[in-house]
């Protein structure tokens, strides 16, 4: 029988958003990549499930999840799988073509009560009439978050639209003093409007987990 390899370049294409989406095998698992980072299913998913497996979230029944920042729907495959969130989902990705990947080879469809939406999640965020009780925020371009989702505007609407004894969870990726200074800032937003801590997986991951009162 031929061996099959563990590392492979599957599928290789762009956008007007991402000048490379890659799907590969990495170590036998299938995972998707941006030119200099991981957008689901290698190190983001072990980061998210430290942070899920910490703060119990399969405890309890969440009655409707907010995804900003979708991927291949590593973080989607995690909460129904791993941590039992069987109710509803709503998946918000910019990327026509990331969503098409994820289609085509990751089992996007294969997702009970999960709606993918094909919008600028800043948008989405000021239209959506639906109050969410665990919202998680995963919003990159290869490895920056575009400005506008560190703003005050934007953190406060998340809030908004966060339910009472609902949890809010941002990823920021720090590598550099000019991120670390972001980061203070962007805690500080989070802080100011309710209590909020962060782990720092992977060296430079660290994740905001705040919860409304």
Do not use: W
């Not at 399969?58 to 991927?71: E, N, P, S, V």
């Not at 506008?148 to 809010?168: A, P």
């Amino acid at each position: 029988m031929r061996e099959i390899p563990k590392d492979k370049i599957i599928s290789r294409s762009s956008s007007q958003f991402n000048q490379t989406i890659e799907v590969a095998l990495e170590n036998g698992i299938l995972v998707l990549n941006s030119d200099n980072g991981n957008y689901s299913y290698g190190n983001l998913h072990v980061v998210f499930d430290e942070v899920f497996r910490t703060e119990n979230i399969g405890k309890k029944q969440y009655k409707h999840i907010l995804l900003l920042g979708m991927g291949a729907g590593s973080v989607i495959d995690l909460l129904k799988n791993n941590y039992n969130q069987k109710k509803l989902f709503t998946a918000v990705e910019i990327d026509a073509e990331i969503i098409h990947v994820s289609r085509q080879y990751f089992n996007l469809d294969s997702y009970k009560n999960c709606s993918v939406i094909n919008q600028d999640a800043y948008d989405f965020v000021f239209e959506t009439k639906d109050i969410y009780d665990l919202i998680i925020v995963d919003i990159y371009i290869d490895l920056d978050i575009p400005s506008q989702f560190e703003s005050e505007e934007f953190i406060s609407q998340l809030f908004h639209i966060c339910d009472t004894n609902g949890i809010i969870m941002f990823n920021k990726v720090v590598q550099s003093s000019k991120q670390m200074r972001q980061f203070s800032k962007l805690a500080a937003l989070f802080d100011a409007r309710a209590h909020t801590y962060h782990y720092t997986l992977l060296d430079f991951n660290k994740i905001l987990v705040s919860k409304k009162d």
